[in-house]
């Protein structure tokens, strides 16, 4: 079961991932689509803020595309639900947006 639950979200990064890119045609073509995770702490400016209200993809050019709680498993996002300290958010986007993402709490990035 958990490797069907693995493949569903598989799918869905790809959709996302393929959706940047279509979003992005036409601009830089030598740009590179990466996937990072951003650990929320006590000091993130995304903390208690929903995704909506965060401009992750209107400021950032970016896309959360899955968020892990606790010990739950990873999940899509819900723009209207708020970070909560120790999420961990999967961004996708072009190389240089998501480090301009996460280059205010490095410290926080698995790479």
């Not at 598989?10 to 036409?26: I, P």
């Not at 803020?49 to 996002?77: F, N, Q, S, W």
Request: proline share 3%; with cysteine.
């Amino acid at each position: 079961m958990q490797a069907v639950h693995q493949l569903s979200l598989f799918a869905f990064f790809q959709s996302q991932l393929n959706f940047q890119m279509r979003m992005r045609e036409g601009t830089d073509a030598g740009s590179e689509m990466i996937l990072r995770q951003l650990r929320i702490d006590a000091n993130s400016p995304f903390l208690g803020k929903t995704l909506k209200d965060a401009g992750i993809r209107e400021k950032y050019h970016c896309l959360i595309v899955g968020v892990e709680r606790g010990g739950e498993t990873l999940h899509a996002p819900d723009v209207h639900e708020p970070f909560v300290e120790e999420d961990v958010v999967w961004i996708v986007g072009e190389n240089v947006d998501v480090y301009k993402l996460v280059g205010e709490n490095d410290e926080n990035v698995d790479l």
